[in-house]
């Protein structure tokens, strides 16, 4: 069981609210509450996809390696956010291995309970239409911003749609956990020599500040602009 605190935090996340109260208290009722410490792992790629994860504080990493064990995806779960929607009614097994990135509370629902109440409600189903809609979007964006020639440009790209993705909701003007040179140049598709000179360049610039594996993002405007460039 979860706390009355955990039930209203879950009944109020865009994944549960248009399930009915009945609905609603069939999930809440089998929904368990954990925290993790950083660098722990859910669950590897592979697994059986036995929950939907839901954050209460703290951020995530999903990751997935080719067959050299190499990264070939890499991307961020933010604070307050749900996740796994991949795979949703099609896929008995993950996609992609999680780890936490910071200390993390959650909450874990069976998934194969949501899947067959979401089944049931035409509103929920029209909600996960549209989030895996928004993800697709997103995904389009990466794969575009990959195709850059530049991959200066690149790494400029990668940092104004990790702003996007986990600060502007947030109005933070930080990547609210350390991220490494090397992540940002998988995510860019580039070296980390290649990353670590853009960097110092927008450093300069007075565009970004990074120490200690902490980014900050001073110059918000050029950042935005550049995802606007984007789409």
């Known amino acids: 069981m979860i706390s009355k605190e955990q039930y209203y935090f879950l009944r109020n996340q865009s994944a549960f609210c248009q399930f009915t109260i009945e609905q609603f208290d069939q999930l809440a009722q089998a929904a368990r509450f954990r925290k993790i410490p ?3 792992l859910f669950f590897f790629a592979g697994d059986p ?11 995530a990493r999903i990751e997935q390696f ?11 779960i933010r604070e307050g956010t749900a996740f796994p929607f991949g795979g949703m009614f099609v896929d008995p097994l993950y996609h992609y291995s999680a780890i936490a990135v910071t200390d993390l509370s959650y909450i874990m629902v069976p998934m194969d309970l949501y899947e067959s109440l979401s089944k049931k409600n035409s509103n929920q189903m029209l909600f996960l239409n549209q989030k895996l809609t928004r993800i697709l979007k997103f995904q389009e964006l990466r794969l575009r911003n990959a195709m850059i020639s530049s991959a200066s440009e690149r790494v400029v790209q990668v940092l104004a749609l990790l702003y996007w993705d986990l600060c502007q909701q947030d109005q933070l003007p930080a990547i609210p956990f350390c991220i ?3 992540e940002i140049s998988r995510l ?17 610039d007075k565009r970004i ?3 200690h594996k902490k980014l900050t993002f001073l110059d918000i405007d050029f950042f935005l602009e550049n995802l606007t460039e984007a789409h």
């Open 209 to 211: 500040s990074y120490s």
């Open 188 to 204: 860019a598709a580039t070296t980390r020599e290649t990353t670590s000179h853009v960097l110092k360049k927008l450093r300069q």
């Open 38 to 40: 950083k660098d722990q």
């Open 180 to 182: 490494h040179i090397q």
């Open 66 to 76: 080719d067959q050299t064990d190499t990264y070939s995806y890499l991307d961020y």
């Open 49 to 59: 996809r036995d929950y939907l994860f839901v954050l209460q504080k703290g951020y």
